[in-house]
């Protein structure tokens, strides 16, 4: 069955960095564009990133945009999710998806 399984997250300082993974199995990943979803403590989810299926287009919400990277590896199965100059209102639980599959989640904190 499909599983997206995501890791990475952690307590970071302001201005700091974290990469998330998510690796993927289950399907055939090289088919389908994915994307990272988050959701802030008592906010609703939003959309983070996208990426195409062969990684040539990408997609931010303006929030992160400079800041962020989305970028994936066919031949592994995984979507990585750079984050730099973090802000605490980067705070969130941060999602792996495609179509109407979900990982569980990976808690980053933006604090000092």
């Known amino acids: 069955q499909v599983q997206l399984v995501e890791s990475g997250g952690g307590l970071v300082q302001p201005g700091g960095s974290l990469r998330l993974s998510c690796v993927s199995s289950?399907?055939?990943?090289?088919?389908?564009?994915m994307n990272w979803y988050r959701r802030p403590p008592g906010k609703e989810r939003e959309l983070v990133a996208s990426i195409s299926s062969g990684g040539g287009s990408t997609n931010y919400a303006d929030s992160v945009k400079g800041r962020f990277t989305i970028s994936r590896d066919n031949a592994k199965n995984t979507v990585y999710l750079q984050m730099n100059s973090l802000k605490p209102e980067d705070t969130a639980v941060y999602y792996c998806?495609?179509?109407?599959?979900w990982g569980k989640g990976t808690l980053v904190t933006v604090s000092s």
């Open positions: 998806n495609f179509i109407d599959y």
């Open positions: 289950g399907f055939t990943f090289s088919r389908f564009a």
